[in-house]
């Protein structure tokens, strides 16, 4: 189909639509539906391809920090347990000890009465 075949067809749709835009008449009755559904689908889309993944972006930075901070404070508290535990198995030898000696010191207390 030439060029000028293809702009006299445009030209008498656009009569045609003229005319009956002039009469009241609509030229495409599915028309208003058509265009809601577009707008929908462009809505679907631009959710789809633009917003949600701008969301999860920020959504996963958000959870970043929180991890970052939730891990330094998990490593503070586990740091603090373990120097409280080898404070307490220092108090524990220190115990362990003292009551080896009573220990010992009953031992030869009793050996010495029984000889």
Same mark, same amino acid.
């Given at each position: 189909?030439?060029?000028? &075949?293809? +702009?006299?067809?445009?030209?008498? +749709? $656009?009569?045609? /639509?003229?005319?009956?835009? !002039?009469?009241?008449?609509?030229?495409?009755?599915?028309?208003?539906?058509?265009? @809601?559904?577009?707008?929908?689908?462009? %809505?679907?889309?631009?959710?789809?391809?633009?917003? +949600?993944?701008? =969301? $999860?972006?920020?959504?996963? +930075? #958000? =959870? @970043?920090?929180?991890?970052?901070?939730?891990? #330094?404070? =998990?490593?503070? *508290?586990?740091?603090?347990?373990?120097?409280? =535990?080898?404070? #307490?198995?220092? *108090?524990?030898?220190?115990?362990?000890?003292? /009551? *080896?000696? *009573?220990?010992? &010191?009953? %031992? #030869?207390?009793?050996? !010495?009465?029984?000889?």
């Amino acid at each position: 189909m030439s060029t000028s &075949a293809l +702009v006299s067809a445009g030209a008498a +749709v $656009l009569g045609v /639509w003229l005319a009956q835009a !002039s009469a009241g008449e609509q030229f495409w009755p599915g028309a208003s539906e058509a265009s @809601s559904v577009a707008i929908l689908a462009w %809505y679907a889309w631009h959710n789809a391809t633009r917003v +949600v993944p701008r =969301l $999860l972006r920020e959504q996963r +930075v #958000e =959870l @970043s920090e929180a991890r970052t901070q939730f891990r #330094e404070e =998990l490593a503070r *508290q586990r740091t603090t347990f373990a120097e409280t =535990l080898a404070e #307490e198995r220092q *108090q524990h030898l220190v115990e362990l000890g003292m /009551w *080896q000696e *009573q220990l010992t &010191a009953c %031992y #030869e207390s009793w050996r !010495s009465l029984s000889s």
